[in-house]
């Protein structure tokens, strides 16, 4: 209920924003890129997504080499956002990172399943917070505490994010 409320909030406060971008809303996968960022069509325009507040370890980086948990990672977010399933794109206050990405939360239409809060749930992501997108900071940050405690994915795999592949 919490995170529901959260993302109408988001939605209006996205409403509001750069009169440029694609308004948030409902999207389609068009194709799962790593294990942070996809490929959305929004309104008939493709952008893709850098998933908000959360950091998987690297299989696509030109700069570094795949790193632990990296494919485990990709491989958890092509079985969660199939192409042409449908979700729900939130942002948050700034809409784009230094890539030009589209920043945003996103909920799978099917079942309501909040993506980017499922990957740090079991494991698969870190939390990665950048002022000013803290929307869902305090319990993106309590999942990690969770998985970590719990030693799920690359916190029993590799003892945290960003460690090369052995």
Not at 96 to 109: F, M, N, Q, S, V
Request: charged letters at 20%; one cysteine or more.
């Amino acid at each position: 209920m919490r995170v529901g409320l959260l993302t109408m909030a988001l939605l209006v406060v996205g409403a509001c924003s750069s009169p440029d971008l694609p308004a948030d809303g409902l999207g389609t996968i068009v194709e799962v890129v790593d294990g942070d960022t996809v490929v959305v069509d929004l309104a008939g325009h493709r952008e893709t997504v850098r998933l908000l507040g959360i950091d998987t370890p690297e299989t696509v980086h030109p700069d570094r080499s795949v790193e632990c948990f990296g494919p485990q990672a990709s491989a958890r977010l092509r079985l969660l956002l199939v192409p042409g399933s449908g979700v729900l794109v939130t942002r948050d206050v700034e809409p784009r990172d230094r890539y030009g990405r589209l920043l945003a939360y996103l909920e799978r239409l099917s079942d309501g399943l909040q993506v980017n809060m499922a990957l740090v749930e079991r494991g698969y992501a870190a939390t990665l917070h950048i002022d000013p997108n803290d929307a869902l900071r305090q319990e993106l940050a309590a999942a990690e505490s969770r998985a970590r405690a719990a030693g799920l994915g690359l916190w029993a795999a590799c003892g945290g994010p960003h460690e090369p592949l052995a």
